[in-house]
């Protein structure tokens, strides 16, 4: 019989590398700086235009991103 871990399970599911939202605020050499929602800034390499939003992951520009507005909340 296999016993299985379903903490385990549930850690397999989750991405080890989160999927974030930037909005493009200078290019340079192919290295976008993103500018965060909660106003810190990244370096991302991929194609992308001053004032678009994309999605970044892992130091990667990965799409452009819907233009929504930032809602945070608290549980």
Do not use: H, K, W
């Amino acid at each position: 019989m296999l016993l299985t871990n379903p903490y385990r399970q549930f850690l397999d599911l989750v991405p080890t590398r989160p999927l974030q939202v930037g909005e493009v605020a200078a290019i340079a050499d192919g290295v976008a700086t993103l500018t965060m929602p909660g106003g810190g800034q990244l370096q991302a390499r991929g194609s992308a235009a001053v004032g678009q939003r994309v999605f970044v992951r892992d130091g990667l520009i990965e799409g452009p991103a819907p233009s929504l507005t930032y809602v945070e909340g608290e549980a």
